[in-house]
Structure formats: C-alpha cells, structure tokens
C-alpha cells in the first residue's frame, strides 16, 4: 500500500540526515528518532510542494511525486557515512536487551487499546468516544478537507476564508496517508501508534542517558501514562467498602474531579487522555526529547571535558612526578580519550531547526523548546552552540507563529497570573500544584539530592515550564496552558523514575517502600483510564451513506456550507467546510467569531431574495443547509426558510428523516 510505502521512505529520510548528527545507544532509538525527523520533514516537503501544485486537479500526487524526488536527492547528495560510524558511541549501561523488547511489546498494546478506544470505524461510520468529540469533530473534519476537499493553502472547514490558526501539519499527514489509501481512522491511528511508540522509546533513552540505568528508562516511560494527582482520595473516602470501591473504578465513565472549582477539573486534562484526543502532542513531544538527549550527551561531553582540562592544569602545578602522579596523569589521559568528543555547532543548528518546524505541527512544544533552550543557554556550557540552536529555532518558528496569529481578533495580555486559578496567590498556587503532582513531589526531592549538578540543572530548565503556565496566557483560551503542565509532568516523571529506582534497590524493605510510593503516585491515574474504556461511542456515518455519497458525487471539493454550527456531520466528514462551525472551537482558535455570527445571521434571515443571493455569493456559500439544528436555533428570530424554498433550487432532501429533517439548497452561480 502506497501509505505505508511512505512511511517507510519517510523513516529511511530521516535515518540518512540523523546518522549525520546524532548517535544513538540503540537500535530502538535509531529507528523512533529517524521516524519523527522523517516525519516532520516529509510532511513539510508534501504540503509546500502540495500548495505550490494548488492548482493540479489532484495536488496531493504532485506533493507526494515532489517529496520521492527529495529523498532521492538527500540520498544522493549525503554519503553513507555517519556521525555514530566515525565517532565512538558511548556503552549502554547493563541490562537485558530481552526485557527492552518485553516492554516494547507491552507499549505496543496499551499504545492500540489507547488509540482505538477514542476513535474507531465500524460498519461503515467513524466510532468517536463521547469526550473526545470535541477535539476529533474538528481534527476529523481537518484530515478529510485535506484528503477529499480542497483546502490548500490551510483553512480551517469550519472557518473557511482566512488562513488556519491551528497547528494543522500532523493532521495533514493523516489526510495524506488516506489519500494514499489508508482507510480514514487507521490514517490517524497508525500515525498515532507508531509516533506514541517513537515517543515512549525516547522517553526510555532519554532517562536511560541522563541516569545511566536501563531500568529508569523503562519505569520512567511507564509512567507516562499515569497521572500523579491526589483527586483519587477523596474518591476513596466515598466508598463504603471494597467491594464498591472496585465496582466504581471499573465501571467509572468520569475522571476524578479535582475538587478544585476552576475550569477543566473535571475533564482529566493533565491524564494520558489528553495525548488521546490531541495526536499532534505526540510527536511533537517525541521530537522534543530527540533534541533534549543530543543536548545532554553534549553538555556532559563538554563538562567532562572541562573537569579533565582542570585536573590536568593541577597535575602541571604539582611536583615533578611519581609513579603516583604518574598513575594519575594515565587516568586524566585515559578519560579524555573516551569523553564524549565536542559537538559540530551543525549538530546544535540542525536540532534548532528540527524545533523551528514545530508551531504548525504543535505550537506548545515548540513554546516549551524555547524555554528550556533558553534555560539551557544560561545554565550549561556550549553557549555559542546553544545560541545558535536558538537562533535556529526562531528562525524557522518565528515566521509560523506570526501567520498562526496574524488576523486573530486582539490578542489577550502576555502576562496573565494564577493560569485558571481564580483569585490566585502564591500560596494557592503551591497547594494547587501540590495537590495536582501529589507523591511526585516526593520522589523529585529524593532524585535531586542523590543527583549531580547537571541533573539538577536541567531539571530546572523543564521547571521553567511550570513559570510559564503560571505568568502567562499563550492563547485566546488560557486553559490551554495546561500543555505545557502536561509536558512538564512528561518531563518529572524522569526524575521520578529515578527516584523509584534508587529506593527500590534498597534491599527488600526498600523495594517496598517504592512500590508504596510509586503506588500512590499512579492511583489516580490507573483510575482515570478506566473512563476511556467505559466511554460511550458516537456515530457518524461516511460509507455507505446517503448523503455522504450525495456529498462526494454531486458537490465540488472547494464548496462551503451554510449550515447549522456543527461540530461533527457528513458534510465535514465528506471534507466539505461550513461558514461557521463549532463557535467554541474557532473562539479559541482566536478567529473573530462575532463578525461572522452577524454575518450567519442575516444570511438565514434575510427576506429580500436579490439581497440574499448577493450576501451568499459574496460569502462564496455553494449551499444552504437547512436542517432542525437550523430551525431551533434561538438566536435566528425570523428563519427565512420559505425565502429559499421559493427561490432557489433543492439539491437534497432527507425524505428518510436520517439527516435531522434536512433540505439542501444550491445557490446559483455567478
């Protein structure tokens, strides 16, 4: 199948530009950091080569043509050769390879069961789980306008006629690969498995790296799909013996509430579920720890390397030499020859631009990038290389993040405290992170004090997130900070890990005092998947369907619908887009929702047939939907549906009563 063809060529991409740059420890991290590289890149080159090929009947295959022809030339243009091939990679620590695979294996499953649970196609319609409609109504409706529809350059379906302002890469990709012949779902769920398996194995590494264990590795990337929030006590408090208590967690269909009354307590925002119903996450955090492994070797490397540079200046100024001072000298030497060599500043340029590509794959990774590299900028060595990571990253970042903002209604103020806290104070703050975190903090405390210097000044740099969430507001909608929190939380659980691991080596006692501790970390979080498995499915039907074949059949790709505010529908679902959809959703999108509003008014309550047909065609509407949505809507206090039935032609009627009761209506062209 031509989807999975280029998959793999995407990954081949990938590994023949890594290998220039990095190293990796294992076979694992070689292929996840070459699948997300490739990812990003070939997804840049399909949609600039699609859009530059916009006026193709089919500009897809010119995309997908140009993309083949790129990686031709990547191969032809970079030997073989490798970064990892002429320098020495550094030794894994210890373990079992055996168990490496085990716990691949076991992500495997939980990363399928994750995947399907919130978004499935049976029987011909897409399956969407009832708390994530929000996120794949729109996102669905995304991947089919660029699979089906003509949405070059990027619109949003649901607010067609301006520019996105939504980081829309990944779900293009989706579109791609259905258009390459995966079935719509399996589209976004395979791109979804193979980049949460990516992301678990650098999680893994990365920990691995910074920790010299294995075993942190594999526990750190565990727990990632695990909240540390101590909601789960209250919960327990309310159940009146075991027996209940095991009934209410495993017939659970909400997350724990935290208790607090601030917007979002109740929507498990900072548990797996997120990484669920928002893909594009995924990747992009993936990538992130692509980068933060190639610093950290880097900056060790270099410290190392000063350390060594010193011992040798105090060896010059000490007494001619002994065989003792000469053992000594030997062992300088010796540690100098295996050190981790100094980077090329192209490495630390190349990681730059790898997180410059992000806003329009993930806006908040590439925010979260930019502050721990700035971090990164004062507290570690490397600082030319550094700067021109940065330098690197705004530079292809600064141009995305102006266009995702230019025309956005007026932005709200940068500075914002107390993140959706109401009435905030540092010390509400504290306990609202104290409660959120739980054991976490903990384990934290514990893994600084056992730690060098360098693992606790990077741990500082990811603290810097936890400031940002907390001083600033990045979005129209200031809820949407909690990503940084879930990045950070990512991020600790490394820490974490350690921690765990340090204890549990402790004999027995220590083992049980870190089965305890790592127990009451997860709780609430092994409560909280249990709502994904128990949440109801809603369908919408695409195959086989009515008027999703009417849809495809009988209208254009670039037609837009007057219609009622959908979120999800088979005209969306057909990639068609609406004038105005889901009003939440564009709202925080940062589009001007109240000018269209008025616009969507008038255009369902104008009563002279010219007039209307002059403010349709200058709204470039295609077709008017008029459905009971239409009919009961409140705020449209004259419905002008006997205008359009006398005047103009209808293109569809739902006589089965399926469709709410629909009638379509063609609007004549200029």
């Known amino acids: 199948m031509l989807a999975l063809v280029y998959l793999v060529a995407a990954t081949y991409l990938g590994d023949r530009i890594c290998r220039r740059f990095y190293r990796f420890i294992s076979i694992q991290q070689r292929i996840a950091t070459s699948f997300l590289v490739g990812l990003l890149l070939s997804t840049w080159i399909t949609y600039l080569a699609t859009l530059a090929f916009k006026g193709f009947s089919h500009p897809l295959i010119a995309g997908n043509i140009v993309f083949l022809i790129s990686l031709a030339l990547v191969c032809y243009v970079l030997p073989r050769a490798s970064l990892a091939d002429a320098e020495s990679e550094r030794p894994r620590p210890p373990g079992s390879a055996r168990w490496d695979w085990i716990f691949l294996g076991a992500f495997v499953l939980l990363a399928s069961w994750l995947m399907f649970a919130t978004l499935s196609f049976r029987e011909g319609q897409f399956q969407i789980s009832f708390k994530s409609w929000t996120d794949f109504g729109a996102n669905v409706s995304l991947v089919q306008s660029f699979a089906l529809g003509r949405n070059f350059p990027a619109q949003h379906p649901f607010f067609p006629g301006e520019l996105i302002r939504y980081h829309f890469l990944f779900w293009f990709q989706a579109g791609n690969l259905e258009f390459l012949g995966l079935n719509p779902v399996w589209s976004i769920n395979l791109l979804s498995i193979l980049s949460l398996l990516a992301l678990l194995i650098l999680i893994a590494t990365f920990a691995e790296v910074l920790f010299d264990s294995r075993v942190v590795g594999r526990i750190a990337a565990s727990l990632f799909f695990f909240s540390s929030s101590l909601s789960y006590l209250p919960f327990l408090k309310s159940q009146p013996n075991w027996r209940g208590l095991i009934g209410s967690i495993a017939h659970a269909k909400e997350f724990l509430a935290s208790g607090y009354p601030f917007r979002g307590e109740t929507w498990g925002a900072l548990s797996v579920n997120v990484f669920a119903f928002q893909r594009h996450l995924i990747s992009g955090l993936g990538l992130l720890f692509v980068v933060l492994i190639f610093m950290f070797e880097r900056y060790r490397g270099r410290t190392v390397q000063i350390e060594n540079e010193r011992a040798e200046k105090s060896l010059e100024a000490a007494p001619a030499a002994t065989p003792d001072n000469e053992d000594a000298e030997t062992q300088v030497r010796t540690s100098q020859a295996s050190k981790v060599s100094q980077t090329d500043l192209a490495a630390f340029i190349f990681s730059g631009a790898i997180m410059g590509l992000l806003p329009y794959w993930n806006s908040p990774i590439f925010v979260s990038a930019l502050a721990i590299l700035g971090c990164a900028f004062v507290l570690f060595p490397l600082r030319l290389h550094t700067a021109g990571m940065i330098a690197a990253a705004i530079a292809f970042g600064l141009p995305q993040v102006l266009l995702l903002r230019s025309g956005a ?208 065609r200058d709204n470039k509407i295609a077709y008017v939907a008029i459905d009971d949505g239409v009919r009961h809507n409140e705020t449209l206090y004259d419905l002008n549906e006997d205008v359009y039935e006398q005047n103009f032609e209808r293109a569809f009627t739902d006589d089965t009563h399926v469709y709410d009761n629909l009638t379509m209506y063609r609007v004549p062209p200029q």
């Open 409 to 616: 209604v007026a932005s709200p103020s940068l500075l914002h405290w107390g993140y959706t806290l109401g009435d905030p104070s540092v010390w509400l703050v504290l306990k609202y992170l104290g409660w959120t975190f739980g054991v976490k903090w903990i384990l934290i405390a514990i893994a600084l004090a056992f730690l060098a210097g360098l693992q606790r000044r990077l741990f500082v740099a990811f603290t810097s997130l936890l400031v940002i969430v907390f001083l600033f507001q990045l979005s129209t909608d200031i809820f949407n900070n909690h990503k940084l929190l879930n990045v950070w939380a990512i991020l600790a659980n490394t820490y974490a890990a350690f921690a765990l691991w340090r204890i549990g080596r402790k004999k027995i006692a220590g083992a049980l005092v870190a089965i305890v501790l790592g127990g009451a970390m997860i709780l609430g979080g092994v409560i909280d998947l249990f709502p994904l498995h128990n949440d109801p499915m809603l369908a919408v039907p695409y195959q086989n369907d009515r008027l999703s074949q009417w849809l495809l059949n009988n209208t254009q790709p670039s037609d837009v619908f007057l219609t009622h505010t959908l979120l999800t529908h088979p005209i969306l679902f057909a990639g068609r887009k609406i004038f105005l959809g889901y009003t939440l959703f564009a709202w925080t999108a940062g589009y001007n929702v109240p000018a269209r509003e008025e616009i969507y008014r008038r255009m369902f309550e104008e009563r002279d047939p010219g007039a209307l047909l002059r403010l349709l």
